[in-house]
């Protein structure tokens, strides 16, 4: 049963430290996407990446914010330093671009708390 | 105005009761459309992709109205397994966004 992995799936940490998270899409995706979601802004998209490379991380906060592919099997997030209003779930997504209707399949996030 | 928009309910129905959802978006041009359920405190997970022609999965149908920019989800003989957030998906135009609602949430009554 395929599916998508992130680790970890609980962080709690201080403002000001770095937070990292990373996700495993599954075998053969190609597209890895990272979401952020809260009650007050629903789900929102961070960034995007095609074979490895970012196509779109408008959604990102640069100055903190960044994504990374290292290789197929393994996306990053990370955030330094980190805030409370980064406070939320973190969730991967991968899909294949390849087909017809483009579906994404999502891990089970990470619950990231920062106080 | 968002790219997509939902009715973010709550719809309350009871058991084997017929519920339905709609969801507009924006972008003419936008090119694939999906729903996805999220229960509490969970991963959203693909419900159903939603064809030009309309597709239905055992009691679930989901339309597609391009005229009018909107795609629809119907349920039908509703479970209390069915309680959950509904969230309408479009892929943009460019083919790399993906515009989430804020989601519809339904809860079945016994």
């Known amino acids: 049963d395929a599916r998508v992995t992130q680790t970890p799936r609980h962080k709690v940490t201080e403002m000001g430290q770095e937070v990292t998270m990373r996700c495993q899409p599954i075998l053969g995706h190609n597209t890895v996407f990272w979401y952020r979601q809260t009650m007050m802004q629903g789900l929102e998209l961070l960034a995007y990446?095609?074979?490895?490379?970012?196509?779109?991380d408008s959604g990102m906060p640069k100055d903190r914010f960044s994504a990374e592919m290292p290789d197929a099997t393994l996306a990053t997030l990370k955030i330094q330093p980190s805030e409370p209003r980064d406070s939320a779930v973190y969730f991967c997504a991968s899909g294949s671009s390849g087909t017809p209707y483009n579906e994404q399949f999502f891990g089970p996030g990470t619950r990231l708390t920062v106080l | 105005r968002k790219e997509v928009e939902q009715d973010p309910g709550p719809f309350n129905v009871p058991e084997g009761a017929t519920v339905a959802f709609n969801c507009t978006y924006s972008?003419?041009?936008?090119?694939?459309f999906f729903w996805y359920r999220q229960d509490c405190r969970k991963e959203p997970k693909l419900l159903m992709s939603?064809?030009?022609s309309g597709n239905e999965d055992g009691r679930f149908t989901a339309q597609l109205n391009r005229a009018s920019q909107y795609i629809s989800l119907l349920i039908r003989d509703s479970k209390l397994s069915d309680s959950a957030t509904y969230l309408c998906?479009?892929?943009?135009?460019?083919?790399?966004?993906?515009?989430f609602g804020t989601g519809t949430s339904l809860t079945v009554i016994p």
């Open positions: 939603v064809y030009s």
């Open positions: 998906v479009v892929n943009g135009w460019t083919g790399n966004q993906f515009y």
């Open positions: 990446f095609r074979n490895r490379a970012p196509l779109d």
């Open positions: 972008n003419s041009a936008s090119q694939s």
